[in-house]
């Protein structure tokens, strides 16, 4: 896989190369290159002039040596041939030659040697330019707040655009050091996710977001032409920062641009994530994002710890209590249970009530903080919260009865007003406490089957409309041989058609109502009927199940609570400084 991180050098030299380019909009404020590159013209000028001068110097003396010594020769040569010969004719042939080759070759070195000179200044001045040029262009890019122009300015217009679906980690689009992506949110669902890496602890990652500078009214501090968040996430999903696009907090920002700085305190992948501000409309404008990775001065190792901790089932009893780290946040959540209906009257509900424990280990003699919901808004609901010592514990755990219990604290918190309460207690002894949530909620349990009540259990099924049971007309109640558990009541129905419909005559054993019916007139019609009544089976739920209606606002109940303990003394008055107090003389 090709690496994500190139050398700043190797950024610098592709920049004005780069600048040229062809886009896809526009967005990097040429101008603002323009002048930088004139600006790193002057400032290499002037670096070269300065180093130039030293370069020419150094290797002015060294190439004139060389120059002096060659040209000087040869000159020397054909200066003391011909002077020599002139002034050897004069002088004499053998001495006046000598004499003139000599002082033909002292003039000539120093001529190539300031020759040499000249040479090599040139070659200083325009080593010391690039140099110049190279240096001052690396140190906006290293340090972007000693540099009076916009980072934005100086990383390439985007030359591609994000590659969709790129909605995850796992599709995210790699951002190599100083380039561009374009991107568009099409809907509010949408997220877009980039990656890039660091290579060392403690480096700083540097965002760039930006806006076409064509569009028109474009200001992302007033949120023109839209809200966006931009967040850095770690392959775990934590978020590292999160801004939006009209932060005030950028270490540099134009009207179209922003740059946002965050230390990664460990090595590795991390994900930038682009999506709309929340509570904002969707914008389809086009943006741009940028990443560049840099080293900071910060020193030292960062923990490989989470931002909170979570419960880890089972947790259900004392000795399965998870430990608390001190001033950690907890994560948990009180399961839904289907196990055991509990009638009540004409209907069943579902019993809640999972517990968790958690443990946690006291010096002794300290006050200790306990804030429920306080990282995270719980659900509203009605928590109970308990603590016991070892022994409490252990009789808990045991099976005896809660009622028989002293718990040191029990607490029962109804968040419906405000999510965030905390409770403040004393720690007397040294040793392990236990510490018991559990969250009490009712759900109707629906009746899955009805089956008729007989003598010995159930029987046959049936079918109720609503509730636990209800009473069903039927002719079998005379039927010994089923066991039915029956009861008569006086109806008016249709005897011989409706089920379980009898005269009650007396006769074959039915019952008889009124008393004396029939009753006859005197001419002997019947004046007083006998009424009619229905024999009825109980019929009852066997079996609960079904779906589960969950009323409005009841969902499973995730919960936090962070437990701190303070290693203050729960008493001012069993503390050393209440003792020097009392000591001090009074004049009373």
């Given at each position: 896989?090709?690496?994500l991180?190139?050398?700043?050098?190797?950024l610098?030299?592709?920049?004005?190369?780069?600048?040229?380019?062809?886009?896809?909009?526009?967005?990097?404020?040429?101008d603002s290159?323009?002048?930088?590159?004139?600006?790193g013209?002057?400032?290499?000028y002037?670096?070269?002039?300065?180093?130039?001068?030293?370069?020419?110097?150094?290797?002015?003396?060294?190439?004139?040596?060389?120059d002096?010594?060659?040209q000087?020769?040869?000159?020397g040569?054909?200066d003391?041939?011909?002077?020599g010969w002139?002034?050897?004719?004069?002088d004499g042939?053998?001495?006046g030659?000598?004499?003139?080759f000599?002082d033909?070759?002292g003039?000539g070195w120093?001529?190539?040697?300031?020759?040499?000179?000249?040479?090599g200044?040139?070659?200083?001045?325009a080593?010391?330019y690039?140099?110049g040029?190279?240096?001052q262009?690396?140190?906006?890019?290293a340090?972007?707040?000693?540099?009076d122009?916009?980072?934005?300015?100086?990383?390439?217009?985007a030359?591609?655009?994000?590659?969709?679906?790129?909605?995850?980690?796992?599709?995210?689009?790699?951002l190599?050091?100083?380039?561009?992506f374009?991107?568009?949110?099409?809907?509010?669902?949408?997220?877009?996710?980039?990656?890039t890496a660091t290579?060392?602890?403690?480096?700083?990652?540097?965002?760039t977001?930006?806006?076409?500078?064509?569009l028109?009214g474009?200001n992302?501090?007033?949120?023109?032409p839209?809200?966006?968040?931009?967040?850095?996430?770690?392959?775990?999903?934590?978020?590292?920062a999160?801004?939006?696009?009209?932060?005030r907090?950028?270490?540099?920002?134009t009207?179209?641009?922003?740059?946002?700085s965050?230390t990664?305190?460990?090595a590795?992948?991390?994900y930038?994530?682009?999506?709309?501000?929340?509570?904002?409309?969707?914008?389809?404008?086009?943006?741009?994002v940028?990443?560049?990775?840099?080293d900071?001065?910060?020193?030292?190792?960062?923990?490989?710890?989470?931002f909170?901790?979570?419960?880890m089932e089972?947790?259900d009893?004392?000795?399965q209590?998870n430990?608390?780290?001190?001033?950690?946040?907890m994560y948990?959540?009180?399961?839904?249970?289907?196990?055991?209906p509990?009638?009540?009257?004409?209907t069943?509900?579902?019993g809640q009530?999972e517990d968790?424990?958690?443990?946690?280990?006291?010096?002794?003699?300290?006050?200790?903080?306990?804030?429920?919901?306080?990282?995270e808004?719980?659900?509203?609901?009605?928590?109970?919260?308990?603590?016991?010592?070892?022994?409490?514990?252990?009789?808990?755990?045991?099976?005896?009865?809660?009622?028989?219990?002293?718990?040191i604290?029990?607490?029962?918190?109804?968040?419906?007003?405000?999510?965030?309460?905390?409770f403040?207690?004393?720690?007397?002894?040294?040793?392990?406490?236990?510490?018991r949530?559990?969250?009490?909620?009712?759900?109707?349990?629906?009746?899955?089957?009805?089956?008729?009540?007989?003598?010995?259990?159930?029987?046959?099924?049936c079918?109720?409309?609503?509730?636990?049971?209800?009473?069903?007309?039927t002719?079998?109640?005379?039927?010994?041989?089923?066991?039915?558990?029956?009861?008569?009541?006086?109806?008016d129905?249709?005897?011989?058609?409706?089920?379980?419909?009898?005269?009650?005559?007396?006769a074959?054993g039915?019952?008889?109502?009124?008393?004396n019916?029939?009753?006859?007139?005197?001419s002997?019609?019947v004046?007083?009927?006998?009424?009619?009544?229905?024999?009825?089976?109980?019929?009852?739920?066997?079996q609960y199940?079904g779906?589960?209606?969950?009323?409005?606002?009841?969902?499973?109940?995730p919960?936090?609570f962070?437990?701190?303990?303070?290693?203050?003394p729960?008493?001012?008055?069993d503390?050393d400084?209440?003792a020097d107090?009392?000591?001090?003389?009074?004049?009373?």
């Amino acid at each position: 896989m090709k690496s994500l991180l190139y050398p700043i050098t190797g950024l610098v030299l592709l920049l004005p190369l780069m600048a040229n380019s062809a886009t896809l909009g526009g967005s990097a404020a040429q101008d603002s290159c323009t002048d930088k590159y004139n600006q790193g013209l002057a400032d290499g000028y002037d670096l070269g002039y300065e180093q130039g001068k030293t370069d020419g110097d150094t290797q002015g003396w060294w190439r004139g040596l060389a120059d002096g010594d060659t040209q000087g020769w040869w000159r020397g040569l054909a200066d003391g041939d011909s002077q020599g010969w002139w002034r050897g004719f004069a002088d004499g042939d053998s001495q006046g030659w000598w004499r003139g080759f000599t002082d033909g070759d002292g003039q000539g070195w120093w001529r190539g040697f300031t020759d040499g000179d000249a040479q090599g200044y040139t070659r200083g001045d325009a080593d010391g330019y690039a140099r110049g040029l190279a240096t001052q262009l690396a140190a906006c890019i290293a340090d972007p707040q000693s540099c009076d122009i916009p980072l934005a300015s100086c990383i390439p217009d985007a030359l591609v655009g994000e590659t969709e679906p790129n909605d995850s980690f796992v599709t995210a689009d790699p951002l190599e050091p100083g380039t561009s992506f374009w991107g568009q949110l099409y809907a509010l669902n949408d997220r877009d996710y980039f990656y890039t890496a660091t290579t060392k602890l403690n480096q700083n990652l540097l965002i760039t977001f930006s806006v076409p500078e064509w569009l028109e009214g474009a200001n992302l501090a007033e949120g023109n032409p839209g809200l966006w968040n931009i967040s850095v996430l770690d392959a775990a999903g934590n978020v590292f920062a999160s801004f939006d696009s009209n932060a005030r907090s950028a270490v540099q920002s134009t009207p179209d641009s922003l740059t946002y700085s965050v230390t990664l305190g460990l090595a590795g992948t991390y994900y930038i994530r682009v999506q709309p501000a929340a509570g904002n409309e969707i914008n389809a404008h086009a943006y741009s994002v940028s990443a560049l990775v840099q080293d900071s001065p910060l020193g030292g190792t960062q923990p490989t710890v989470g931002f909170y901790d979570t419960e880890m089932e089972r947790n259900d009893l004392p000795s399965q209590g998870n430990r608390l780290a001190n001033g950690v946040t907890m994560y948990g959540v009180i399961n839904l249970t289907f196990n055991t209906p509990i009638l009540e009257e004409d209907t069943a509900v579902w019993g809640q009530g999972e517990d968790d424990w958690f443990k946690y280990t006291s010096p002794g003699n300290e006050i200790v903080t306990l804030t429920f919901c306080e990282k995270e808004e719980c659900p509203l609901g009605n928590w109970l919260v308990e603590v016991y010592d070892q022994s409490m514990a252990n009789r808990y755990e045991s099976g005896e009865l809660r009622e028989n219990l002293t718990p040191i604290l029990a607490i029962n918190t109804n968040n419906s007003g405000d999510p965030n309460r905390v409770f403040r207690f004393g720690l007397r002894n040294a040793g392990d406490y236990y510490i018991r949530v559990n969250h009490k909620r009712l759900f109707e349990a629906p009746c899955r089957v009805y089956r008729y009540v007989t003598t010995s259990g159930f029987g046959s099924q049936c079918a109720c409309e609503s509730g636990n049971s209800c009473d069903i007309p039927t002719d079998d109640c005379s039927d010994s041989a089923l066991g039915l558990v029956c009861r008569n009541q006086i109806a008016d129905c249709a005897f011989g058609i409706e089920p379980g419909c009898l005269s009650a005559d007396g006769a074959d054993g039915r019952l008889r109502y009124p008393p004396n019916c029939p009753v006859f007139g005197p001419s002997g019609q019947v004046a007083e009927k006998c009424v009619t009544y229905q024999t009825l089976a109980r019929c009852s739920c066997s079996q609960y199940g079904g779906v589960v209606e969950v009323p409005e606002g009841s969902y499973s109940s995730p919960y936090n609570f962070t437990w701190h303990g303070t290693r203050l003394p729960p008493s001012t008055a069993d503390s050393d400084a209440y003792a020097d107090y009392e000591n001090r003389p009074t004049p009373y």
